[in-house]
């Protein structure tokens, strides 16, 4: 069965310093995956995503980047956190072409900036 | 562009009763229309979706939804609700075309009274 890793699950960072959070997949081969945010209060808002090793899509800029260096492996980094960088981030992914699979999300990582 | 409308923060239902989370979508096309829910610090769970043929799609934990095309409303339903059905619901769409990107409402808080 494909299960889904996110770490860390809780992050504490002072403003200024580099973020990594890492998500893995495994079970399955060659998945589309995607990094959300959600705000405080609850919205989910899309950040990057991709369908290949390399492949990359931003969907909104900001101060954050994405990285596919392996099939299974997805990075959220940032060079230098803001506070508005503060949420909960989720990592998700699909088998196939997009449009009727679900999302699977993994259990999320928690960063405070302060 | 695609957009989803989740209209009520928050919803109050004693158990036992039958509970309605609502939702309207906006998409170019036809729609895929998905329903997860939330358990607090937690990533998202799929509870079902529609995608074509029968309007009534049953999911998870005795959830149902109704899609309507004529008002664009695809409502999260159960017959009798139970205290552990309290949690965060998101509607989600996402264009048959195969856009990547999966579009949430933001999320609605329901809670079950015992």
């Known amino acids: 069965s494909q299960t889904i890793h996110q770490w860390p699950a809780t992050l504490v960072q002072p403003v200024g310093s580099p973020l990594s959070l890492e998500c893995t997949v495994e079970?399955?081969?060659?998945?589309?995956l995607y990094w959300y945010r959600q705000a405080a209060g609850r919205g989910l808002q899309l950040l990057f995503y991709s369908v290949g090793i390399g492949q990359i899509s931003s969907e909104v800029p900001q101060n954050l980047s994405a990285s596919r260096p392996q099939d299974r492996q997805f990075i959220l980094s940032s060079k230098k956190l803001l506070l508005s960088d503060s949420g909960f981030y989720l990592c998700a992914w699909e088998k196939g072409r997009p449009g009727a699979n679900v999302l699977t999300f993994g259990a999320g990582s928690r960063l405070t900036v302060l | 562009a695609q957009s989803v409308a989740q209209p009520e923060d928050q919803v109050n239902v004693a158990e036992g009763n039958p509970l309605t989370v609502k939702c309207t979508y906006s998409?170019?096309?036809?729609?895929?229309l998905f329903w997860y829910v939330q358990y607090p610090n937690r990533g998202l769970q799929f509870l079902l979706k529609?995608?074509?043929?029968?309007?009534l799609v049953k999911g998870s934990y005795g959830f149902e939804a109704e899609f309507n095309k004529s008002q664009t409303s695809f409502h999260l339903k159960k017959p009798s609700a139970l205290v552990s059905d309290s949690a965060l619901y998101f509607c989600?769409?996402?264009?048959?075309?195969?856009?990547?990107?999966?579009?949430f409402g933001t999320g609605t808080r329901l809670t079950v009274i015992p």
């Open positions: 529609y995608i074509t043929g029968d309007n």
């Open positions: 998409v170019s096309g036809n729609p895929y």
């Open positions: 079970g399955t081969s060659n998945p589309n």
């Open positions: 989600a769409v996402r264009e048959s075309s195969g856009a990547n990107n999966l579009f």
